[in-house]
C-alpha cells in the first residue's frame, strides 16, 4: 500500500469501503432489475431508498478516490 493511503486507511480497510459499496450497488441494480421486470415490484418509497442508497455508496468512496488520487500525483 501507497504511503499516503496508509496514513488515512490501514491494513485492508480500502479494499473493505471498495467492497461495501459495490455490495450496495450490486444490491441497487437488483431492485432497478426487479422494478424493469415488472413495476409492481417496488413501491415509489421502495425506488425514493434506492435513490439514497446510490448516494451513499457515492459518498463512502469519494474520500477514497480522493486519497487514491493525492497517491498518483505524488509518485
Do not use: C, F, W
Not at 488515512?8 to 469501503?17: A, K, L
Not at 459495490?22 to 431508498?49: F, G, Q, W
Amino acid at each position: 500500500m501507497s504511503p499516503v493511503l496508509s496514513k488515512q486507511y490501514t491494513g485492508n480497510e480500502p479494499v473493505d469501503v471498495m467492497d461495501h459499496a459495490l455490495d450496495l450497488l450490486r444490491v441497487v441494480r437488483l431492485a432497478i432489475n426487479a422494478y424493469e421486470a415488472d413495476p409492481s415490484n417496488v413501491s415509489e418509497k421502495e425506488m425514493a431508498s434506492i435513490g439514497y442508497v446510490l448516494i451513499y455508496a457515492q459518498d463512502i468512496l469519494e474520500p477514497l478516490r480522493e486519497h487514491l488520487n493525492k497517491a498518483g500525483a505524488m509518485r
